[in-house]
Each structure stands twice: as C-alpha cells, then as structure tokens.
C-alpha cells in the first residue's frame, strides 16, 4: 500500500528511502517470526533479531517497541494488502467478488517477502501458542481491519461507515476462522477452506453464487 510520506519540513520522502525503510521494517519482522518459531518467544532478544536482520539494536527500536509488536505487524501487513487490493479492483465489479478476491489474492502472491509458503500456518500456531504475542496481534488485526473497513466504504458509500466495519469484521474473522479450522483438520487446500469461508461471509452481497 503506498503511502505519500514527508520529511519534517514538509518536503516529499524520495520513494527509494521508503521503499528502504518498509524492508528494513520487513526484514525486522521476519527475522523476528523466524527467530521466535524456531526457539520460542521467550528465547528471542532484540539483539539476535536486528542482527539476522543486519542492522543494530537502535535501528530495530525505531521500527517497533518490542518483539511482540515486529511480529504481529506480519499480520496487519497481510490484512493490509487485502484493503490495498480492494481499492485497486474494477469499480463495477461486485463488492462480494471484489472482497473475494482482495482476500484470495494474497494468497497467490509471488513469495518475494523472505516468507515462507506456510507462514499463515506458523503464525496462526504462533499466536495460539504465544500468550505474550495476544494483546499486540488484537491491536494489529484492529487495525487491519479498519483499514479494509475504509476500503470497503470507499467502493460502496451507500453502505455506510457502521455496515462497511461490520462486513470487514465479517471477512477477516472468515478468514481467520478458515485458517484455524485448516490447521485443525487440513483437508484439501488451504485456498479451498479460505475461498469457502469468504463465500459465506460475502453472501447476499453481490458475491459469488
């Protein structure tokens, strides 16, 4: 999702320092996931993080504020490119459709992020596992979902802002509850479980028969 920053005076960020920072912010993260999955939450310190990530301790203190937080942005990141996406579908495409594939379409993602193809797995088992990482997750699925709400509200004003947040709770909490029930029980793909889970949750809206 591209962002027009600024520099203090007011004078435009040059794009090639932000795109610098969203990696570094990225790197920080995965590094930070990785780290935690392999040896546990506990075992992890900002030091060995923001050195897998070949930068130093301060630097990592001016992306997050703790591991917590670097790890649970991976998941405000992922729900962002739905919103992202959405606003970038054909405005005459029907809203279930376009939700439909807003979601889906981060599944299909050329995996370029330093991510593994099985990191909504590992990080759904994280969290679960994790109660320290619970508070900063909520706050960073909060904030994902705002966002989708806005996206939604920007593609259907009719709807309102109330019905916009209440559909945007619908489909990441769909595709929450797909994930989870996949990692219970795999069966099938894990696109199949999620496009199943949207289906309902976009129904009666313009949705996919």
Known sequence: ???????RDG???APRREMYKEQTRLDLAVAAFELAVKDG???VR????AAAAGVS??????????????????AERHAAGMAATLRERPADEPLGEALMAAVLGQYHLPREDGLSANFLRDFRALVAGEPALHAQYLAARAAA?????????GRAAAMGSLRSAVLAAMVA????AAVMHWMRAPSGSLVATVREAIEQAVAGIGGPS
Do not use: C, H
């Not at 900002?46 to 993080?49: E, F, S, T």
């Open 46 to 49: 900002v030091p060995q993080i």
């Open 11 to 13: 004078a435009p960020v």
């Open 145 to 153: 979902e705002r966002d989708l709400g806005e996206a939604i509200a």
């Open 173 to 176: 909490g769909a595709e929450r």
């Open 57 to 74: 301790a301060r630097t990592f203190n001016n992306y997050f504020t703790s591991k917590e937080q670097a790890i649970a942005w991976l």
């Open 1 to 7: 999702m591209a962002i027009e920053a600024t520099a």
């Open 41 to 43: 939450l506990a075992e």
